[in-house]
C-alpha cells in the first residue's frame, strides 16, 4: 500500500523474556507491587522485572498492558467496523478514528475495506452518531458498521 513499507525487526528475548511474556499474556499479578511478584515468578528482583516489560514495551513485543473489560456485561453498546478509505486519504481518516475515545482497535487491512475498528460507548446511539461525525469529518461514506449480536470469545495465548 503506499505510503507503507514493511519493516521486519529482529527481537532477541531470553528465557526470562519468554516466561514474563507468558506470564503477562494472563495478566499481571493483582498485587500492591505487581513488579515483585512477577519478578519473583521467574527469579529476578522487581527493577529488573519492571526493566524487562518497559524493554519488551518500547520494542513493541508487548503492545498493550491493561484492563480488558467485556462492555456488554457493563451495560455498553459495541460494533466492529469496516471502512473503504482511499489510500491518499488513510492517515488522515486513521487519526480522526482514533481520536473517538470509545475506538479500542484499529486494524489496517489488504482488502476493499481496508481500515477494521472497534468501538464502544454508553448507547447504540452514541455510536451510530460518533459514526455519521467520523464519515462527515473525513468525508468517507463507505463505512460498515457490525453491531455485536452474539459474541464469541477466542481466548488466545501463545507458549513461547
Known amino acids: 500500500?503506499?505510503?507503507?513499507?514493511?519493516?521486519?525487526?529482529?527481537?532477541?528475548?531470553?528465557?526470562?523474556?519468554?516466561?514474563?511474556?507468558?506470564?503477562?499474556?494472563?495478566?499481571?499479578?493483582?498485587?500492591?507491587?505487581?513488579?515483585?511478584?512477577?519478578?519473583?515468578?521467574?527469579?529476578i528482583d522487581e527493577d529488573d522485572a519492571l526493566e524487562r516489560v518497559r524493554r519488551l514495551k518500547n520494542e513493541g513485543t508487548i503492545r498493550r498492558i491493561g484492563a480488558v473489560f467485556d462492555a456488554g456485561n457493563?451495560?455498553?453498546?459495541?460494533?466492529?467496523?469496516?471502512?473503504?478509505?482511499?489510500?491518499?486519504?488513510?492517515?488522515?481518516?486513521?487519526?480522526?478514528?482514533?481520536s473517538y475515545r470509545g475506538v479500542t482497535h484499529n486494524y489496517l487491512r489488504n482488502y476493499e475495506y481496508n481500515v477494521w475498528f472497534t468501538f464502544i460507548a454508553p448507547t447504540k446511539n452514541e455510536i451510530e452518531k460518533s459514526l455519521a461525525d467520523i464519515s462527515r469529518e473525513t468525508d468517507i461514506s463507505n463505512i460498515i458498521s457490525m453491531p455485536v449480536k452474539r459474541r464469541f470469545k477466542i481466548d488466545a495465548r501463545f507458549r513461547l
Open 74 to 98: 457493563l451495560g455498553y453498546a459495541s460494533t466492529l467496523c469496516a471502512a473503504r478509505v482511499p489510500g491518499d486519504r488513510l492517515e488522515r481518516f486513521v487519526d480522526i478514528v482514533n
Open 1 to 43: 500500500m503506499a505510503g507503507y513499507e514493511k519493516v521486519e525487526i529482529e527481537i532477541i528475548v531470553d528465557h526470562i523474556d519468554r516466561e514474563i511474556l507468558n506470564i503477562v499474556q494472563e495478566g499481571l499479578p493483582l498485587d500492591a507491587r505487581p513488579f515483585k511478584t512477577l519478578g519473583a515468578r521467574v527469579g
